[in-house]
C-alpha cells in the first residue's frame, strides 16, 4: 500500500480529518494529530517544515471566507451597511475559523500532499514496520 484511493478520495480523507493514505484515525483529540497513523502506519509529518503547507491552507480559507462575510454582509445591507454586524462577523470569522480549520487543515494538506509527491519507498517500509 502506498497511497491508496483517488486525490477526491484522499481530500475527503483530510477533511474528515482521517489518515489521507487509508482513512485510519489522525488524531487522538481535535487538536492533536497523531504522530504516525495507527492503522497503516504512516509517518504524518513526513519532513521539518511539513506543516508550513497545512498552515498556508489555513490562511488562504481563513481570508476566503473572511472576504465572502465582509462583503456578503455589506452587498446584503446595502445602502443601509450594519457596520457593527459587519465587524462582529469579521471578528468571528477571523478568530473562529483558523482554530476550527486548524486539524482539517493538517490532514487535508497530508492528503493533497501525497497526490503530488507521493511517499518515498523508506517511508512505505518505515510504515510497513509500525504496524507489523
Ligand atoms: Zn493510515
Not at 17 to 41: E, I, L
Not at 52 to 71: K, S
Not at 111 to 127: K, T, V
Amino acid at each position: 500500500m502506498s497511497n491508496e484511493g483517488s486525490l477526491i478520495t484522499r481530500a475527503f480523507r483530510g477533511l474528515a480529518r482521517r489518515c489521507a493514505r487509508c482513512g485510519g484515525p489522525a488524531f487522538v483529540s481535535w487538536f492533536r494529530m497523531a504522530d504516525t497513523c495507527p492503522n497503516c502506519g504512516v509517518r504524518f509529518e513526513r519532513e521539518e517544515g511539513y506543516w508550513v503547507g497545512a498552515m498556508i491552507m489555513n490562511t488562504i480559507v481563513t481570508f476566503a471566507l473572511f472576504g465572502i462575510v465582509f462583503i456578503g454582509l455589506i452587498v446584503a445591507t446595502w445602502p443601509d451597511v450594519d457596520w457593527t454586524l459587519v465587524t462582529v462577523a469579521s471578528l468571528a470569522v477571523c478568530g473562529l475559523v483558523p482554530v476550527i480549520f486548524y486539524p482539517i487543515s493538517k490532514s487535508l494538506w497530508f492528503g493533497l500532499q501525497i497526490s503530488w509527491h507521493p511517499l518515498e519507498p523508506h517511508e512505505i517500509e518505515a510504515a510497513r514496520a509500525r504496524v507489523g
